[in-house]
């Protein structure tokens, strides 16, 4: 399936299959998570993406051509992808930044083709072998909502018995949830929809809040900062946003303790955010941005599915072809998990 026009559905086109170049190994795609990157890809919304592209970029699938690749993988072996084709040597690289290295060979789904087809080209050095346990279906979101969520609580340091708030209970949202509770933490879960609450607290959080929907940049929701100072007993330690929403840092930051840390997840294409700095510098609020993960972070996140300490929520599996309809359901909010695509006729 591939974007030739932003703004467009995509079209369902039939190209050769040809062996992989020297460096990289063909992967039959199994599954394919949707997420609302992908969204903002097909509404161009995205800088650097260029048209034709085929989407996609939470990949599992099974090795099925190695070319004249030298790799320890196996032709069969079935491997979840990280999403950026990273060179593995440049400095983002060394220090475990893998979603920031510009020096390989593109962004899978993005600048390179990715997983909305049948098969896709990928280094073998971005591939993680999956286990037994998983199905490719489980597998797919891994990469981009659970290792995403995985490396933002990193950063956040928790500690036992500390107090977090979890803004937008989607994709993201729910499995920052479950991965909280792994560090013995009480979870607020805040969304602007009711059914999106109870799916928080049916996977872990401890309360939920509904959110007023903001529109403006100096927006605050003053009842839900009441009401989160209330249940921290003055104040969150820490804050995860997987919302992206315009004016949320305006009811995000003032929940926080002095000394309390955030970190941002979730993110709109050309929308400005801010915030009081004198709050921030007298209250030693710290806010944090993160992005995708590394390789060892994506490895730690198949583990813990794996082991069943998080659990991916995935809504529905539909045929590739659908696509679109992945699309426009992530687009107009009907979607409280995630979505996976499989080739069409496929058995995952």
Known sequence: ?????????????????????????????GACGVCGTDVKIRNGRIPGVRTPIVQGHEIAGIISDLGETTTDLKQGQRVLAHPNQFCGTCKACRTGRHSLCTSGRGRTGFTRDGGFADYVSLPPHVLIPLPDSLSLVEAAPIPDSVATCW?????????PEEQLAVIGCGGLGLNAIQIAKTKGVRVLAVDVSPDKLERAVSVGADAAMLATELSS??????????????????????????????????TDVPMLRPGGRMVLLGYSPGVAISADSAGLVLDEKEILASRSSSYDELTE???????RLVRPQVDAVLALSEVDKALDALQHGHVSGRLVVVPDGSSN
């Open 1 to 29: 399936m591939v974007t030739e026009r932003f703004g467009e559905p995509l079209t369902n086109r039939r190209r050769r299959r040809v062996p992989p170049d020297d460096g990289v190994v063909e992967v039959r795609v």
């Open 151 to 159: 490396r933002g609580i990193k950063k956040l340091q928790l500690t």
């Open 217 to 250: 940049t100096d927006a605050m929701d003053n009842h839900l900062v009441e009401k989160a100072r209330s249940w921290s007993d003055g104040g969150l330690d820490a804050l995860i946003d997987c919302s992206g929403a315009e004016g949320a840092l305006q």
């Open 301 to 307: 996140a198949v583990d813990m599915v794996a082991r």
